[in-house]
């Protein structure tokens, strides 16, 4: 049965040039090796809004994920659904599955203030203040997550480090830092290291993402490599 994945021709997608669900996807399909197309749409021409396309998905967002005769849409679901259906799963069995389907949904936070601060950098005229605060604030939870584990669930790589990884590498490039610290932890942490502020474990879970083969045969070809890896 084949599997094709919709999802937007990158260079239509204003200001971000990426679509961070659809990349998730993508790596982990690469990632299992399952066999699959992408078609990529440009949004610019509305080629997601299309007839054809609110039949598969009436939201009219993308990715929207087929499979023979299924349709899969909504990004968390397509992730479950790959990975249950698809290849050898990512997800554990027992008690681990617990903590790994917890992380996994837990990303949805990250989704939603990195979506809110691509959303306002997409408006005209000069960023709002605080842009990515709520993102800030969200990434210290996960920075202290990865202060125990080098991955956000067990001890491998898993379907949360990607939704993680693909909105971290989008603020990344479009001005997030990761030296940027919330008001909040600064102001809870008062005079304590500043050492801890800096994110180091995030940005080392992002140097280990850059470097697997699936994130490096995805990556957009609308954005420059990251620094020291060559363009894949
Ligand atoms: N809740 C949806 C949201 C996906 C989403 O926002 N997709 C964007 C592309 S990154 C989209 O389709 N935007 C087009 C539109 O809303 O018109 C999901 O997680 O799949």
Redesign the pocket.
Known sequence: MSVVLYA?DYAS?PVIQC????WMVHVLLVAKGVPHEVRWLD?AKGE??TEAMRALNP?????VLTHGEAVV????A?LEYVDATLGEPWLPSGAARGRALTRLHETVYV?DAG?AAFRALMQPGPPPEGLWAALDAELDRWEAVLQASAWAAGDRMGLADLVLFTYVATAARLGWEFTGRSQRLQAAEGSRSRESGRRQRLRAHHDRMCAHPAVRATWPSTWEPPGGMLAP
Request: charged fraction near 20%; proline fraction near 19%.
């Open positions: 937007p997608v679509s961070p669900p659809s949004f997601h809004r939201r009219g967002t993308i990715p849409s909504e990004t968390f397509i989704k979506m």
